[in-house]
């Protein structure tokens, strides 16, 4: 998912909060990990608001409405990109670009150990946002060191398996990556 801020002044617009200044008539892609500094910004929604800077998101220029929701957002405002418009002029289906906008999206968390039950100890991850289908790959890193598995993927989330029965102590990290084609 790309995200482009454009100027669209002739002068430099100087977003302080992010510590960013955007060129005259330039662009900025804003980094992966940039992404939660950006949506926390409120000197860049009044300069939206100004008229001075939109988005790209890889493939069209966005409104003002839809820039700042597609940075605060970013799953809000691809489903409102997309409500309602089945067939987009530059020939993708609404599901088709909304997809391609998505490609390589990630989430990522942290279960505590107390989250894990039965025996084999068992946790299930539930997203926040789920995605378009369940073909997307898991990393898990965990305090403590067991052999992991995914059970049960769904586009909503899946049950991670410990494949032991000793309780868990630490913490466990799991990461996915949508996967497209």
């Known amino acids: ?3 482009t801020i454009k100027n669209l002044t002739a002068l430099a617009v100087v977003i302080n909060d992010t510590g960013i200044t955007i060129p005259a008539s330039g662009q900025y892609v804003i980094p992966e990990f940039d992404y939660l500094l950006w949506a926390q910004s409120s000197d860049f929604i009044v300069e939206v608001d100004a008229d001075k800077l939109i988005v790209n998101n890889g493939l069209f220029d966005l409104t003002k409405e839809e820039t700042i929701y597609f940075i605060k957002y970013p799953d809000f405002a691809t489903s409102q990109i997309f409500l309602n418009n089945t067939y987009r002029s530059n020939g993708f289906t609404s599901r088709l670009t909304q997809m391609a906008i998505e490609e390589g999206r990630s989430k990522a968390g942290t279960i505590p150990a107390i989250s ?3 025996n084999p100890k ?6 926040v946002n789920a995605y378009a289908d369940n073909n997307y790959a898991v990393a898990i890193d965990g305090d403590d060191k067991r052999s992991w598995s995914v059970d ?11 494949n032991a029965n000793k309780p868990l102590t630490g913490n466990v990290y799991w990461t996915t990556t949508h ?3």
Do not use: Q
């Open 122 to 127: 068992t946790a299930i991850v539930v997203f």
């Open 152 to 162: 049960g993927r769904t586009a909503s989330g899946f049950t991670l398996n410990a």
């Open 116 to 118: 894990f039950s039965g």
């Open 179 to 181: 996967n497209f084609g």
């Open 1 to 3: 998912m790309s995200k």
